[in-house]
Nanobody
């Protein structure tokens, strides 16, 4: 699976961004799609994930982000509201299909204070 992430940018604290992750094949056939992020100088961490039956969020999301999917567009979204400077990171989408893991290129999100 090839993944194309987009939607990053510079936003002020309190603002919103919507990230998109477009897959090269039907996301209905993908077991799990997730967003990860890697803040400057830190390790990559899970932000949110979605499968056909559930969604998962990291504790630090605190209800600010929503992951969703559009099967017709083979795209998973991450709506991020009430952004904080500590949300600054490169955001990556990840897909697990059976035992294969794919990563998209990152998209940079910068939140200014």
């Amino acid at each position: 699976v090839q993944l194309q992430a987009s939607g990053g940018g510079l936003v002020q604290a309190g603002g919103s961004l919507r990230l998109s992750c477009e897959a090269s094949e039907s996301i209905s056939d993908i077991n799990y799609i997730a967003w990860y992020r890697q803040p400057p100088g830190k390790q990559r961490e899970l932000v949110a994930g979605i499968s056909s039956g559930r969604t998962d969020y990291a504790d630090f999301v605190e209800g600010r982000f929503t992951i969703s999917r559009d099967n017709a567009k083979n795209t998973v979204y991450l709506q991020m509201n009430s952004l904080k400077p500590e949300d600054t990171a490169v955001y990556y989408c990840n897909a697990i299909k059976f035992f294969l893991t794919s990563w998209g290129q990152g998209t940079l999100v910068t939140v200014s204070s």
